[in-house]
């Protein structure tokens, strides 16, 4: 027994007993590391932009802490769980972190369906969940779960208004995953921003989450010989089939989500991304004071430019802690949900500011169009011809 109880008597160490007790599991965090859940997607059908998502995540984490950012000497410690972005695993962990009560929130899940089946878990152990990849309309749920994707629907839908505006395609034909809902939703917003345009509309191609083959895929698709292409699929898939598209020769416009914008998409297909417009919410070149200084950082730490993922991983980790720091010295997941249930908007962010709709953050303002160049820098897009009438 410690020192400061032996001298209480029983009824004294009795309180003092219960009070700990008490605290530790409300998660209660007066002082000291505030334990913040991370369930990561290093290995499984992503890990191209899950190492990305992390890379963010915990860049974010270290330049908090460095500078001190909750105060009173307090630090985020992330407790890192690999759950693959496969949802019976990320469940699992989950129920893991949901279990330990001095985590008070947590941050997970790229793909919908994993978000759908890890939300129910935080949820109903009153743990605030942060969803930074998933983009599954309504996902998000206040106060419990919020969702700081940058949300691609919006940003597809301008990109697609650009092209019918500029590159003047004469039709668009699409592929999309369409056992992922995230993906289905991700090709109606491209079909809404092409709709009324004049370009004629040849269908869609379905795949499969699991499949590994695109041969048929691109087949059917230059079948309906269109003058332009949007691939609305997994960040494999998208580089499977873009791969596949190019050596049956199709020489159109492809056009696709952020999905090929990390460095390892790029190092996967190579030039074959080159060319290709999608949409991102964070290009270094384009961005302010604060956005070039995580820029910056992430370049010198991992050697290569921050891509959207890292962006969305980093943002998430800057969302969390300042509803950890607006918590104020009782740190618990209560308050932690009611400081993170009542952000309405942050400035200064790597986006500029931000607002908060329902629990879902926009950033209109920061959408840009880029493309991968042949030898792997990111551009702002500018039409070439491509696809043209």
């Not at 605030?128 to 206040?142: H, S, V």
């Not at 919006?154 to 004469?170: E, I, T």
């Not at 699409?174 to 040849?202: C, H, I, P």
């Not at 200084?293 to 969302?319: H, M, N, W």
Request: charged fraction near 15%.
């Amino acid at each position: 027994m410690a020192p400061s109880l032996r001298r209480r008597g029983p009824l004294g160490v009795l309180i003092a007993v219960t009070a700990l007790l008490a605290a530790a599991c409300n998660g209660n965090t007066q002082s000291g590391d505030v334990k913040l859940g991370f369930i990561t997607a290093l290995t499984g059908p992503v890990a191209f932009a899950g190492q990305t998502f992390a890379h963010g995540t915990e860049l974010a984490v270290d330049q908090l802490n460095q500078e001190g950012y909750l105060g009173g000497g307090r630090k985020i410690e992330l407790v890192k769980k690999e759950g693959a972005e496969t949802p019976a695993r990320a469940v699992e962990q989950a129920k893991q972190l949901a279990g330990d009560q001095s985590v008070v929130g947590t941050i997970c899940c790229i793909l919908s369906p994993t978000a759908g089946a890890v939300k129910p878990i935080t949820t109903a152990a009153k743990m605030p969940l942060d969803i930074y990849g998933a983009t599954d309309l309504g996902l998000e749920k206040p106060p419990y779960v919020v969702r700081t994707t940058t949300m691609p629907q919006d940003a597809n839908k301008s990109l697609a208004q650009k092209v019918a505006q500029q590159s003047h395609p004469a039709s668009v034909a699409y592929a999309v995953t369409q056992d992922n809902s995230g993906w289905v939703s991700q090709l109606k917003s491209f079909q809404e921003g092409f709709a009324g345009t004049g370009v004629r509309d040849l269908g869609t191609v379905n795949t499969l989450a699991a499949q590994t083959d695109f041969s048929g895929a691109a087949g059917q698709l230059m079948a309906k010989n269109p003058a332009a292409v949007v691939v609305a699929c997994l960040q494999q898939s998208s580089i499977s089939l873009i791969k596949a598209l190019r050596s049956r020769g199709y020489n159109g416009l492809i056009v696709a989500s952020e999905a090929i914008g990390s460095p390892g998409a790029y190092k996967a297909a190579g030039g074959a991304l080159a060319d290709i417009p999608f949409p991102v919410y964070f290009f270094a070149g384009k961005a302010d004071a604060q956005g070039q200084k995580f820029a910056q950082a992430y370049k010198a730490k991992y050697g290569t430019d921050p891509d959207d993922y890292a962006a969305q991983g980093y943002i998430a980790a800057y969302t969390m802690a300042t509803a950890i720091k607006n918590a104020g010295k009782d740190v618990t997941r209560a308050s932690v949900t009611k400081a993170l249930s009542s952000l309405k908007r942050m400035d200064g962010t790597i986006y500029g500011t931000v607002g908060f709709q329902n629990g879902q953050l926009h950033a209109p303002e920061s959408i840009v169009h880029i493309t991968w160049t042949k030898d792997g820098r990111q551009t702002e897009w500018t039409p070439s011809g491509a696809g043209k009438s």
